[in-house]
T-cell receptor, first 117, second 112 residues
Framework: AQSVTQLDSHVSVSEGTPVLLRCNYS??????LFWYVQHPNKGLQLLLK??????LVKGINGFEAEFKKSETSFHLTKPSAHMSDAAEYFC???????????????FGQGTTLQVKP | KAGVTQTPRYLIKTRGQQVTLSCSPI?????VSWYQQTPGQGLQFLFE???????NKGNFPGRFSGRQFSNSRSEMNVSTLELGDSALYLC???????????FGSGTQLSVL
């Protein structure tokens, strides 16, 4: 069965400093991994998606994530935090369950990113 | 292109009532998934519909049901509401499922 574990429930950084949000995954299959962001009172927005084409995935708003199979990790990074990055971030794995197409996503518990001025 | 539209935005119901939530996917998307988000349980998958057929189902009781129409619009229904059903219900659409999902802003359901 697929699962994801976000290692930090809350991360606080100063504006202009790097961001690191950690995620470990467990998957019986070659996983599809995602990072989504949720701003207050908003729906979820896809930041980036990994599907085995490249281990370093670039997303929107300067975010990127590196897939490390040996460490079963998919950490999200950004070189310089902006105040607008303050939000809830979710690491997500797609539950293929043996079929090639399914819209079932398994979400981590989320990491709240606080950005201090 | 218009995004995923969920209506209503807010709902207040009392225990024992039933409720129907609506989701209009992005034009051309045939897959619609529903998720429940609560502070305690996080985001949990309810079910997915593709071309009017339920393709996948999460671990929720039978009080939670859904359907999809020929125009890909979807509804979910919760019968005999319980206090624990209070949550943000999110709908997401994609062209085939297992692609990047586009989420609506959700329906905030409060059960009193």
């Amino acid at each position: 069965a697929q699962s994801v574990t976000q290692l930090d429930s809350h991360v606080s950084v100063s504006e202009g400093t790097p961001v690191l949000l950690r995620c470990n995954y467990s998957s019986s299959y070659s996983p599809s991994l995602f990072w989504y962001v949720q701003h207050p009172n908003k729906g979820l927005q896809l930041l980036l998606k990994y599907t085995s084409a490249a281990t370093l995935v670039k997303g929107i708003n300067g975010f990127e994530a590196e897939f490390k199979k040996s460490e079963t990790s998919f950490h999200l990074t950004k070189p310089s935090a902006h105040m607008s990055d303050a939000a809830e971030y979710f690491c997500v794995v797609s539950d293929l369950g043996g079929s090639s197409n399914t819209g079932k996503l398994i979400f981590g518990q989320g990491t709240t990113l606080q950005v201090k001025p | 292109k218009a995004g995923v539209t969920q209506t209503p935005r807010y709902l207040i119901k009392t225990r024992g009532q039933q409720v129907t939530l609506s989701c209009s996917p992005i034009s051309g998307h045939r897959s619609v998934s529903w998720y429940q988000q609560t502070p305690g349980q996080g985001l949990q998958f309810l079910f997915e519909y593709f071309s009017e057929t339920q393709r996948n189902k999460g671990n929720f009781p039978g009080r939670f049901s859904g359907r999809q129409f020929s125009n890909s619009r979807s509804e979910m229904n919760v019968s005999t509401l319980e206090l624990g059903d209070s949550a943000l219900y999110l709908c997401a659409s994609s062209s085939r499922g297992n692609e990047k999902l586009f989420f609506g802003s959700g329906t905030q359901l409060s059960v009193l």
